[in-house]
């Protein structure tokens, strides 16, 4: 079993910034791990993965080159640094982990699942 817990959630201004993060416990030794968002009465979807080793990245178009994930081995911990913030970013936040080859696009993917953090962008 893998236990997947987000925090770093909250409100922030259109402009600023806000680092999730996503503390693994259990089989942590997943071939990928996600951040997905998922606003009211929309699809959940793939914000930015990263694999094991860091070496593999992907990123939603909407993100990149505002948002950056990375992880801790060494601390189970996968990070996710959301900058120039906008107000379509408001969603809920998930951590998910991918335990197949590969790195997943959709949430059919992901194996196990965090309980979501609350990020809100005010204009």
């Known amino acids: 079993q893998v236990q997947l817990v987000e925090s770093g959630g909250g409100l922030a201004q259109a402009g600023g910034s806000l680092r999730l993060s996503c503390a693994a416990s259990?089989?942590?030794?997943?071939?990928?791990t996600g951040w997905f968002r998922q606003a009211p009465g929309k699809e959940r979807e793939v914000v930015a993965a990263i694999s094991w080793s860091g070496g593999s990245t992907y990123y939603a178009d909407s993100v990149k080159g505002r948002f950056t994930i990375s992880r801790d081995n060494a601390k189970n911990t996968v990070y996710l640094q959301m900058n120039s913030l906008k107000p379509e970013d408001t969603a809920v936040y998930y951590c998910?982990?991918?335990?197949?080859?590969?790195?997943?696009?959709?949430?059919?993917?992901?194996?196990?699942w965090g309980q979501g953090t609350q990020v809100t962008v005010s204009s």
């Open positions: 259990g089989r942590t030794f997943s071939s990928y």
């Open positions: 998910a982990a991918r335990y197949r080859l590969g790195v997943g696009y959709n949430r059919h993917e992901y194996d196990y």
